[in-house]
């Protein structure tokens, strides 16, 4: 008998088509409008940290913590660009006062000083963090943090040290205006890349020697801007007036990508993990995506006109929803309504996978990308599973193939970078392929976005063999009640369970005292925490398998 599958309810996604072009940003105002956002970064806690240019602020921000600002000593600065400084430890936030010549330094809770430029009139533009650097002055030994600074008016580079020094690299071009700046490094040397805004050319800056090698772009009056080394090896770069993205490779051979028109403006760029280039454009208020397969692509920002200007992409962290799945973060300046957008990587909740008896579970992960995706599935085997799905193609893994026990669990599928798989969870006899079902998978994002406190499941039976099993998630929740209730809404029975993170009820009636019933309604609540529940009933009737999600009461 073929399975008959209903889907109950409005409340749950199926995790299918899922791809980096369903990517959501949420905005939060950070800043008064017209405060001049004009760059952002990420320290290496995760916090982001952006300039303001008009209200010659930087600002911190966390999502859900209230947004910090701090006024810069001195008047009118301009602080233009901003970057952590340093190791993990130790680190400090440099900025570049573009109207003043200098680079201010600050902690999380203090304000460190301001370094002068040997010209006030330099215009630091672009900063690069350089590490750390042992100085021997005898009988003592110390550190110091390093940072490189593209100075557009005074057409040079700056070395920036902690304790004040600083080292100037003529750039050979006059009037080139180095804007951004970025660095390469490797087992045998040290670079410093930088784009020459007015002179149309990218600079590369030998760190050891000293020595300044210049390459034209193809694209006369291009105005590069923002500059990214990207795990690919190459060097990625906006320009500006062409409305396109550049490619240089250590040789400095050159290739260039358009955007969907000259007039996009792309300013500011960074580099993901899965070799992708993220980039705004400043004109037509998108970011962009320019995929490992050279594929652009142009996501609207949620406020129209936002005008953005600086992006960074967060390093691997761990989230407490669910752990341990890595939480990658896109943030992006937007100048016009002073608001930063935050996107996050998804990732996919799938209970109930596993097997026992004559029951199996399989996922089928698919990818529609031009490029290999990796992904971890977290289970209850130990320790995260890795895999890679082709370019175009699919992956099958069955439950009993992963697990050493028999038994029911929640899997997570975290992708290492933005870019989600489709996937799609199955389960059916062993003896009768026939009778199956498809699982209900949600996306973080959306789990994230419910807020619901009671669910309700319709259609709950017990006649052996028919019964039905209860599948829930729960996000800060640590006790549920769960009742059985007639047709007509009449209380049969209840009982409170504990939960973390997800609960798998077998045969739930049985567990609620309730010997036999058919067509009941089983209500769900949370009674502990301020979190929220979502799941699904599945019930074996007559050799028929029903899958129905909870639905609003």
């Not at 089928?364 to 599973?385: C, D, H, K």
């Not at 975290?414 to 998978?441: C, H, T």
């Not at 976005?449 to 039905?468: E, H, I, K, Q, T």
């Not at 567990?511 to 699904?536: E, H, K, M, N, P």
Request: net charge negative; with cysteine.
């Amino acid at each position: 008998m073929t399975a008959r599958l209903s889907l109950v309810g409005a409340v749950f996604v199926l995790a299918a088509n899922l791809r980096a072009d369903s990517l959501s940003f949420r905005e939060s105002q950070v800043c008064a409008s017209g405060c001049g956002l004009t760059s952002v970064t990420l320290d290496f806690a995760g916090a982001a940290w952006f300039t303001e240019i008009e209200a010659n602020k930087v600002g911190r921000f966390v999502p859900g913590e209230v947004v910090q600002e701090f006024t810069i000593p001195t008047s009118n600065s301009g602080p233009s660009h901003i970057a952590e400084i340093g190791t993990p430890v130790g680190a400090e936030i440099w900025f570049t006062e573009s109207r003043t010549g200098k680079i201010g330094r600050r902690t999380l809770s203090n304000f460190v000083g301001e370094i002068e430029l040997p010209n006030a009139a330099a215009t630091p533009i672009g900063i690069v963090n350089a590490g750390v650097q042992i100085v021997s002055t005898q009988p003592t030994v110390h550190t110091v943090l390093v940072a490189f600074v593209a100075e557009f008016s005074a057409n040079k580079i700056a070395r920036v040290f902690s304790d004040g020094t600083v080292t100037e690299f003529s750039i050979p071009t006059p009037g080139s205006g180095p804007w951004g700046i970025t660095r390469f490094v490797n087992l045998d040397s040290s670079e410093i890349w930088f784009t020459e805004s007015s002179a149309g050319k990218i600079g590369k800056l030998d760190e050891a020697s000293g020595a300044v090698t210049e390459y034209t772009i193809p694209t006369p009056d291009s105005s590069p801007r923002g500059i990214v080394a990207a795990i690919d090896g190459n060097i990625w770069f906006t320009e500006y007036n062409a409305g396109r993205i550049g490619r240089i490779t250590r040789s400095g051979v050159v290739t260039e990508y358009p955007t969907s028109s000259s007039g996009t403006h792309p300013l500011e760029i960074a580099a993901g993990q899965e070799g992708d280039i993220w980039f705004t454009e400043q004109s037509a208020g998108n970011v962009g995506i320019l995929t490992a397969d050279s594929r652009v692509r142009e996501l609207a920002l949620p406020t129209s006109n936002a005008g953005p200007t600086g992006i960074a992409l967060g390093r691997p962290s761990f989230i407490t929803h669910f752990p341990p799945p890595t939480h990658l973060t896109a943030i992006v300046g937007e100048a016009t309504p002073g608001q930063l957008a935050v996107a996050t990587n998804d990732w996919v909740v799938v209970p109930g996978v596993g097997f026992a008896d004559d029951w199996e579970t399989e996922l089928r992960i698919s990818n529609r990308e031009g490029f290999a995706v990796t992904f971890q599935v977290f289970a209850p085997f130990g320790a995260a599973r890795s895999f890679s799905v082709p370019p175009s193609g699919s992956l099958t893994l069955k439950a009993s193939s992963l697990l050493i026990q028999p038994g029911w669990s929640t899997w997570i599928v975290n992708p290492d970078s933005f870019f989600l798989p489709s996937i799609q969870a199955r389960v059916y006899q062993n003896s009768r392929p026939q009778i199956s079902g498809v699982l209900p998978s949600i996306r973080q994002s959306t789990l994230l976005d419910l807020s619901l406190d009671v669910l309700c499941f319709s259609g709950a039976r017990r006649s052996l063999p028919d019964r039905s099993n209860l599948f829930l998630v729960a996000l800060d929740v640590s006790k549920v009640r769960v009742e059985c209730l007639t047709p007509a809404g009449v209380v049969l029975a209840v009982s409170d369970f504990p939960i973390s993170g997800s609960l798998f009820l077998t045969d739930v009636l049985a567990l609620l005292g309730v010997d036999s019933f058919d067509d009941g309604q089983i209500r769900v609540t949370a009674i502990s925490g301020s979190g929220s529940l979502w799941g699904y009933l599945a019930t074996l009737r007559n050799g028929s398998l029903t899958i129905t999600a909870g639905a609003v009461p």
